[in-house]
């Protein structure tokens, strides 16, 4: 008998992350960033169907925590049209790490929390480039 790689064998996913428990998270989520002063204005102006927009970052998270492939989209175009600072990204995570750990056990919120920072500081470092800046991760380090 021989062994399979480690590499071929496909990596589970926790028990936890389910596709109510992701939406559940989007959703807590978003209600609390429409409501922030800094990053709730930034949303309205940039979302239109709010619906459709929970949906499309539920089918992102699913993507990236499920590896269910439903998000096809590009999310980093969004982002550089906006007028985001370094500020925004601070606090779009300082609302979204509480909301993982409220909902997630500490293990895989912390699992959460890193890909999260991981994605500030991309989309942050994009932002700055077609700014004609530079930037370093900040978050993920």
């Known amino acids: ?29 978003y209600a609390r960033a429409r409501e922030d002063a800094l990053i709730g204005p930034i949303f309205d102006h940039a979302v239109a169907d709010w619906e459709h927009h929970l949906s499309q970052i539920s089918d992102f ?49 912390a699992g959460i929390i890193q890909r999260a920072r991981r994605i500030a500081d991309s989309f942050e470092m994009g932002v700055a480039t077609v ?4 930037a370093r991760p900040r978050h993920s380090v």
Not at 69 to 94: E, K, Q
């Open 1 to 29: 008998m021989t062994e399979t790689p480690s590499a071929a064998i496909p990596a589970t996913v926790h028990p936890e992350i389910t596709e109510e428990s992701i939406a559940l998270m989007v959703r807590t989520f």
């Open 61 to 109: 998270w699913s993507s990236m925590l499920l590896r269910t492939g439903r998000y096809d989209g590009r999310p980093m175009r969004p982002h550089l049209m906006l007028p985001l600072t370094s500020a925004h990204f601070d606090r779009w995570l300082a609302l979204f790490e509480p909301t993982a750990r409220e909902i997630f056990s500490a293990d895989v919120a």
């Open 131 to 134: 700014r004609g800046e530079i």
